[in-house]
Nanobody, 119 residues
Framework: QVQLVESGGGLVQAGGSLRLSCAVS????????MGWFRQAPGKEREFVAA???????VYTDSVRGRFTIARDNAKNTVFLQMNSLKPEDTAVYYC?????????????WGQGAQVTVSS
């Protein structure tokens, strides 16, 4: 059974930083891509960043230069380092197993982690 468990969300002031983690079990992590999505209240789920099993990365324009996605294959974990946070980054953040901008290309999802950025 594949499981994705996020951690590291919380409340931070604008300009601050948070790091999200997503631990994966139940599949060969080193040979699979991983992504992060987010969903703000009343909005569609949107792509944030993804990393392939060959360590290629892709970001949405609004976070490029502020967020960094990384993976540690020894720990079966993917990270999202978020710096210079803005109130508009407030959302529930989900990690998912797959690669690309379309959520339909992802087959397993975590439960979500709340990130709240105060102004």
């Amino acid at each position: 059974q594949v499981q994705l468990v996020e951690s590291g969300g919380g409340l931070v002031q604008a300009g601050g930083s948070l790091r999200l983690s997503c631990a994966v079990s139940g599949r060969t992590f080193s040979r699979t891509g991983m992504g992060w999505f987010r969903q703000a209240p009343g909005k569609e789920r949107e792509f944030v960043a993804a990393i392939s099993w060959t360590f290629n990365t892709v970001y949405t324009d609004s976070v490029r230069g502020r967020f960094t996605i990384a993976r540690d294959n020894a720990k079966n974990t993917v990270f999202l380092q978020m710096n210079s946070l803005k109130p508009e980054d407030t959302a529930v953040y989900y990690c998912a197993n797959g690669y690309g901008l379309d959520p339909k290309t992802y087959d397993y999802w975590g439960q979500g982690a709340q990130v709240t950025v105060s102004s």
